[in-house]
C-alpha cells in the first residue's frame, strides 16, 4: 500500500508565499517522478511542476520563475515551495507520483494521487 499525504496549502494574500509538501509512504517503491498539479474551479487539472528522480524539473509557463519544486529522497518526499502568489494561482493543489512498485513478480509503473491540498490567494 502507498499513500501520498500532502500538507502546506492554506490562504495568503497575493504576493505572498506558502510550500507545499508531499511524503509518499509505503513499502515496495521507487519513485520514477514526482510532480504536483492543480485544479481551479470549473476547469481541467493542470500540470504545475513535475521532478524525475535524477532531478529534472519541469513547469508550466504560468508559473516559472515564481515556483521551485524540489525533492528529499531520503524523505521521499517533493516540496513546491510558491513565492509571488497571485489570485489565479488559486486551486486544489495535487500531488502525482509515478512509481515502480517492486517486491511483485513483474515489478510495474503506476500513477498515485494525493487527496489535495487547497490553496487561495485573495486580492
Known amino acids: 500500500q502507498v499513500q501520498l499525504v500532502e500538507s502546506g496549502g492554506g490562504l495568503v494574500q497575493a504576493g505572498g508565499s506558502l510550500r507545499l509538501s508531499c511524503a509518499a509512504s509505503?513499502?515496495?517503491?521507487?519513485?520514477?517522478?514526482m510532480g504536483w498539479y492543480r485544479q481551479a474551479p470549473g476547469k481541467q487539472r493542470e500540470l504545475v511542476a513535475t521532478?524525475?528522480?535524477?532531478?529534472?524539473?519541469n513547469y508550466a509557463d504560468s508559473v516559472k520563475g515564481r515556483f521551485t519544486i524540489s525533492r528529499d529522497n531520503a524523505k521521499n518526499t517533493v516540496y513546491l515551495q510558491m513565492n509571488s502568489l497571485k489570485p489565479e494561482d488559486t486551486a486544489v493543489y495535487y500531488c502525482?507520483?509515478?512509481?515502480?512498485?517492486?517486491?511483485?513478480?513483474?515489478?510495474?509503473?503506476?500513477?498515485?494521487w494525493g487527496q489535495g491540498t487547497q490553496v487561495t490567494v485573495s486580492s
Open positions: 521532478i524525475t528522480s535524477g532531478g529534472s524539473t
Open positions: 502525482n507520483a509515478d512509481l515502480l512498485r517492486t517486491g511483485f513478480p513483474q515489478p510495474f509503473n503506476h500513477d498515485y
Open positions: 509505503g513499502s515496495n517503491f521507487k519513485i520514477n517522478a
